[in-house]
């Protein structure tokens, strides 16, 4: 069965700096998406990504974020400058029934 | 907006006994749908509801959803300890696609 996957499954930074998130969603899926969580608090949606573009993103997704699909498979998310309340889990989710990847756990120190 | 409201939040319950969590939510959508989260780990998709009156199950879970009351709930039959882990419940926006998300029902199950 195929499987979304995600790396690295532990990030570690300083404030300040950028992190790329990666993640591979499944093959033939059109729409993608970006959640987090930050540690026991609910999941909340970041962006959705549908035919190379961008085609809802929330609150939480403002400057400092930015998603790409550089190559055709993987699905990136980008945080420019961290900030301590960027750490959270980062889950990628694909398809139309969103399936979600294992995520990507972000610490900023 | 979409709005989601979870209850109850945190349930402990005793192996065998029967218990239901309920997802109320505010406007129209789509679909819904239940996922599994364990500690440190990602979200397991346990089930979509399409329509009103659906209704599936899985083992000793069952999931149903009346769209006319915004309601789903998730009907836990005979608990064993396997299934301690928090739920959440995530209807999907007509307008967009996104899921919104429930504040989660922590389950604990006490052999």
């Known amino acids: 069965e195929p499987e979304v996957t995600q790396t690295p499954s532990h990030q570690v930074t300083q404030m300040g700096q950028e992190v790329i998130l990666r993640c591979v969603p499944i093959?033939?899926?059109?729409?993608f998406y970006w959640y987090r969580q930050i540690l026991g608090q609910k999941v909340e949606f970041l962006v959705s990504f549908y035919n190379n573009e961008i085609s809802e993103k929330s609150e939480i997704f403002d400057d400092q974020f930015s998603v790409e699909r550089p190559d055709g498979s993987n699905f990136t998310l980008k945080i420019r400058s961290t900030k301590l309340e960027d750490s959270a889990m980062y889950f990628c989710a694909s398809g139309y029934e969103q399936y979600f990847g294992p995520g990507t756990r972000l610490t900023v120190t | 907006e979409l709005k989601v409201e979870q209850n109850p939040l945190f349930l402990s319950m005793q192996e065998g006994k029967n218990y239901t969590i309920y997802c109320n939510y505010s406007?129209?959508?789509?679909?819904l749908y239940w996922y599994r989260q364990d500690p440190g780990k990602s979200l397991e998709s346990l089930f979509v509801?399409?329509?009103n009156g659906a209704v599936k199950q899985e083992g000793r879970l069952m999931a149903s959803l009346d769209t006319k009351a915004r309601l789903s709930t998730l009907h836990i039959t005979a608990a064993v300890h396997d299934l301690s882990a928090t739920y959440f419940c995530a209807p999907r926006e007509d307008s967009n696609y996104q899921l919104i998300w429930g504040a989660g029902t922590k389950l604990i199950i006490k052999p």
């Open positions: 406007t129209t959508s789509d679909r």
């Open positions: 509801l399409l329509s």
């Open positions: 093959s033939n899926h059109l729409y």
